[in-house]
């Protein structure tokens, strides 16, 4: 006869209640168990932050699922004394802490407005070991202060792999500074990989020795198409794209001599802006860069120029604040086009001078497929898309208001080539406040939230074939203006 255990039967309601009550294990994040096949999910500041403060976290898979804003304005977020992931303390007998092992996929998404005051290994990163995988992520106007060394936008000190990775902003320190990694590698020891591909920096760097555009001191591994462009000030040690050290191996990458205002570099190869306006194409994958801020001088725009052959395509900058105290050419996008721009969009203030579009300032190229949402404002050759258009421009549309004294228009300020060379576009004449343009056909905020209106110009919606099957466009009918095919529905209007 079976024996009965009284006590463990009465236990078992009480258990199965507690393992319903109980939340399960790495619920701070927003899914996902880690593993290769199914990382954890970051998709919000409160992600990040738990993902900090969990070490025993640090050997797992992670994916980006949004773009994070850090402004410590915001609740929840704050200025961070330490880095957000792999945050080490400095003492007397080194550091103190855990490095991150993992693989981190940013999935073509960014953090921005990082800002952080502290002492050594600073970055989103604060050490990367053997192993760590960083890919596909934007650091974007990030605020990196240090008052000790290692320090970068991305990782303060790395012996993983970058790959894909990029930063805008302000970094600053006293050794081993660098746009986006403070320090490559470990001196003496070759067998740590610490590699860099298809990487750039933007940021503005500055700091006393080892200081670099792209990477303050580095010591091995291998760094392969990859460039800076950011402004760089150091005492010794100091240059355009990495600072010193051993770097060796270093192929396929580059400099700007005029905007780093540094003609020196231990490794790279420097050239003028024109030269680095080269070919390629930039895809943004249906994702956006949000809360841009740049001021300044002459030729703003979150990129410079696009030469022959280049191309940028679906991408979206969001709440972007761009102003020049400069006179020429300013797009929030794109500040000089001869490439190809498609399936692209803008929001927020673009305000310059002479040459001043929504999108892009100065148009010789292509562009198709897009719109503006940005207030626009200036002297001379204004447009809500397009400033001055020497090229062609393609179903397009532009609603922000736009205010200039010359050569000012809804959306294009000044056309050369005549309304041939502008086909299937229009601006709002309501919400732009003007009933000019140099091309385009203005519309009431009614017929711009209508279908019918751009189906009659040929327009490719989503659910119709009469004007193609690529779905490049889809519009809630009388509430908002057409959307790009990958923008994401409100949830009222699923």
Request: proline letters at 3%; aromatic letters at 10%.
């Given at each position: 006869?079976?024996?009965?255990?009284?006590?463990?039967?009465?236990?078992?309601?009480?258990?199965?209640a507690l393992?319903?009550l109980?939340p399960?294990?790495?619920?701070?994040?927003s899914?996902?168990?880690?593993?290769?096949?199914?990382?954890y999910?970051?998709a919000?500041a409160?992600?990040?932050?738990?993902?900090?403060?969990?070490?025993?976290d640090?050997?797992?898979?992670?994916?980006l699922?949004a773009?994070?804003d850090?402004?410590?304005?915001?609740?929840?977020?704050k200025?961070?004394?330490?880095?957000?992931i792999?945050?080490?303390?400095?003492?007397?007998?080194?550091?103190?802490g855990?490095?991150?092992?993992?693989?981190f996929?940013?999935n073509?998404?960014?953090?921005?407005?990082?800002t952080?005051?502290?002492?050594?290994y600073?970055?989103?990163?604060?050490?990367?070991?053997?192993?760590?995988?960083?890919?596909?992520?934007g650091v974007?106007?990030?605020?990196?202060?240090?008052?000790?060394a290692?320090?970068g936008g991305?990782v303060?000190y790395h012996?993983?792999?970058?790959?894909q990775?990029y930063?805008t902003?302000?970094?600053?320190?006293?050794?081993?500074?660098?746009g986006?990694?403070?320090?490559n590698g470990?001196?003496g020891?070759r067998d740590?990989?610490?590699?860099?591909d298809?990487?750039?920096?933007?940021?503005?760097?500055?700091?006393?020795?080892f200081v670099g555009?792209l990477v303050?001191e580095?010591?091995c591994?291998?760094t392969?198409?990859c460039?800076?462009a950011?402004?760089?000030?150091?005492?010794a040690k100091?240059?355009?794209?990495?600072?010193?050290?051993g770097?060796?191996?270093?192929?396929?990458?580059?400099?700007?001599?005029?905007?780093?205002?540094?003609a020196?570099?231990?490794?790279?190869?420097?050239k003028?802006?024109a030269q680095m306006?080269?070919?390629g194409t930039f895809d943004g994958?249906g994702?956006t860069v949000?809360?841009?801020?740049?001021?300044?001088?002459d030729?703003?725009g979150f990129?410079?120029?696009?030469?022959?052959g280049?191309?940028i395509k679906?991408?979206?900058?969001?709440?972007a604040?761009l102003?020049?105290?400069g006179t020429?050419?300013?797009?929030?996008l794109?500040r000089?086009?001869?490439g190809?721009v498609?399936r692209?969009?803008?929001s927020g203030t673009?305000?310059g001078v002479?040459?001043?579009?929504?999108?892009?300032g100065f148009?010789?190229g292509?562009v198709?497929?897009?719109?503006?949402a940005?207030?626009?404002?200036?002297v001379?050759?204004?447009?809500?898309?397009?400033?001055?258009?020497?090229?062609?421009v393609g179903e397009c549309y532009?609603t922000?208001?736009v205010l200039?004294?010359?050569?000012?228009?809804?959306?294009l300020?000044?056309?050369?080539l005549?309304?041939?060379?502008?086909t299937g576009?229009?601006?709002?004449t309501?919400s732009s406040?003007t009933f000019?343009?140099a091309?385009?056909?203005g519309?009431?905020t009614?017929?711009m939230r209508?279908?019918?209106?751009?189906?009659?110009?040929?327009?490719?919606?989503?659910?119709e074939?009469a004007?193609g099957i690529?779905d490049?466009w889809?519009?809630?009918?009388?509430?908002d203006?057409?959307?790009?095919?990958w923008?994401?529905?409100?949830?009222?209007?699923?």
């Amino acid at each position: 006869m079976a024996r009965t255990y009284p006590s463990v039967i009465r236990m078992i309601p009480f258990l199965v209640a507690l393992s319903l009550l109980s939340p399960p294990v790495h619920a701070q994040y927003s899914g996902g168990r880690g593993t290769a096949q199914d990382p954890y999910q970051i998709a919000t500041a409160a992600d990040l932050i738990a993902l900090g403060e969990t070490p025993g976290d640090y050997a797992g898979y992670f994916v980006l699922t949004a773009d994070i804003d850090l402004d410590p304005k915001l609740p929840g977020v704050k200025v961070f004394d330490m880095a957000v992931i792999a945050p080490i303390a400095v003492t007397g007998k080194g550091y103190v802490g855990v490095p991150f092992l993992g693989a981190f996929d940013g999935n073509g998404h960014t953090i921005s407005r990082l800002t952080i005051r502290g002492e050594g290994y600073l970055g989103f990163f604060g050490r990367l070991g053997i192993g760590a995988k960083i890919s596909d992520l934007g650091v974007v106007d990030a605020n990196v202060t240090s008052s000790r060394a290692y320090v970068g936008g991305l990782v303060g000190y790395h012996l993983g792999t970058v790959s894909q990775c990029y930063s805008t902003g302000s970094i600053s320190g006293t050794d081993s500074v660098g746009g986006l990694i403070g320090r490559n590698g470990s001196q003496g020891r070759r067998d740590y990989p610490a590699d860099i591909d298809r990487s750039y920096s933007l940021a503005r760097v500055s700091g006393e020795t080892f200081v670099g555009g792209l990477v303050g001191e580095y010591w091995c591994g291998t760094t392969r198409q990859c460039y800076s462009a950011g402004t760089v000030n150091g005492s010794a040690k100091v240059g355009g794209l990495v600072g010193g050290g051993g770097a060796w191996y270093v192929t396929e990458s580059f400099w700007d001599v005029e905007t780093s205002g540094l003609a020196v570099s231990s490794a790279g190869q420097g050239k003028t802006t024109a030269q680095m306006q080269a070919a390629g194409t930039f895809d943004g994958k249906g994702h956006t860069v949000s809360h841009l801020t740049m001021s300044g001088g002459d030729k703003l725009g979150f990129f410079g120029g696009l030469d022959v052959g280049a191309e940028i395509k679906d991408l979206g900058i969001v709440d972007a604040n761009l102003s020049t105290s400069g006179t020429y050419i300013i797009g929030g996008l794109l500040r000089y086009n001869r490439g190809s721009v498609t399936r692209c969009y803008i929001s927020g203030t673009v305000n310059g001078v002479f040459h001043v579009g929504g999108l892009v300032g100065f148009n010789e190229g292509i562009v198709s497929c897009c719109y503006s949402a940005a207030g626009v404002s200036g002297v001379m050759w204004i447009g809500g898309l397009v400033g001055y258009n020497s090229g062609k421009v393609g179903e397009c549309y532009s609603t922000g208001v736009v205010l200039g004294s010359s050569y000012t228009g809804g959306l294009l300020g000044y056309n050369k080539l005549g309304d041939d060379k502008v086909t299937g576009c229009f601006w709002d004449t309501a919400s732009s406040g003007t009933f000019i343009s140099a091309g385009g056909t203005g519309k009431s905020t009614t017929e711009m939230r209508t279908a019918k209106t751009f189906l009659d110009a040929g327009w490719d919606f989503v659910g119709e074939t009469a004007n193609g099957i690529d779905d490049i466009w889809w519009i809630n009918e009388g509430k908002d203006y057409p959307r790009l095919w990958w923008e994401t529905p409100a949830i009222g209007d699923r």
